[in-house]
Structures are given as structure tokens and as C-alpha cells.
């Protein structure tokens, strides 16, 4: 029998299953009830750009993002896509604020 590592004193055998040193059990990061709870009471839907892109403002993590977004449809449910951005309020404001110059470059390309 060959060990990679010194053996620690007492330890001529691995450890039980009942070792306190077990790795914990994993656990799905989706369960149904947050499937059911993908509609949040915390966005606001502020417009639809098209069929299946809007804007919405959400609270998610304590933080407040302006997401924009694809959605599709699954079960008669809309959902949202993994296109699009969600933009802090930070990055919001600059957007915001160079809304003019982006209204220029995009008149002088037409």
C-alpha cells in the first residue's frame, strides 16, 4: 500500500465515513421553489423595446440594476435570455449622460 503524504501518527487505515472531515453535501443551486419565484416582486418593467427585449430596473443582491434583456418563452412562462446587460447605477448615469453625443455619432452615421 502506498500513501502520498506521511502518515500522521495512529493512521494505518483511512478514515471512517463518519469522519467529521467529510466534505459537505452538495445541493442544487436551483430548487423548485426558486424556479417559481423567477418572477420578482423587485422588477420594473420600465418599457418593451420589441417582442422579446425590454428594459427593467430590479433590486438583485442588495444592489439596483437597469437591465436590458432578451426573453423567451418556456412553459408559457417568460423568461429572461443570457443576451443582454444589466448596468449599475454608476454605469447607468454615464450611459445617460453621453446620451446626447451617442444621439450625435448615431445622426451623423445615418
Known amino acids: ?3 502520498r503524504g ?3 501518527d495512529g493512521e494505518d ?3 471512517d465515513e463518519n469522519d467529521s472531515h467529510a ?3 452538495k445541493t442544487s443551486k436551483f430548487s423548485s421553489s426558486a424556479a417559481d419565484d423567477s418572477d ?4 420594473i418593467v420600465v418599457c418593451e423595446i420589441s417582442k422579446n427585449r425590454r428594459v427593467s430596473v430590479r433590486n438583485w443582491n ?3 440594476w437597469v437591465d436590458i434583456r432578451e426573453f423567451y418563452i418556456k412553459d408559457g412562462k417568460q423568461l ?3 443576451k443582454g446587460i444589466s448596468l449599475s447605477l454608476d454605469q447607468w448615469n ?3 449622460d453621453h446620451a446626447e453625443e451617442i444621439d450625435k455619432a448615431l445622426g451623423e452615421n445615418s
Open 1 to 3: 500500500m502506498s500513501f
Open 6 to 8: 506521511k502518515r500522521k
Open 13 to 15: 487505515h483511512p478514515s
Open 23 to 25: 466534505p459537505p453535501k
Open 40 to 43: 420578482d416582486s423587485d422588477d
Open 62 to 64: 442588495g444592489k439596483i
Open 80 to 82: 429572461p435570455g443570457k
Open 94 to 96: 454615464t450611459l445617460r
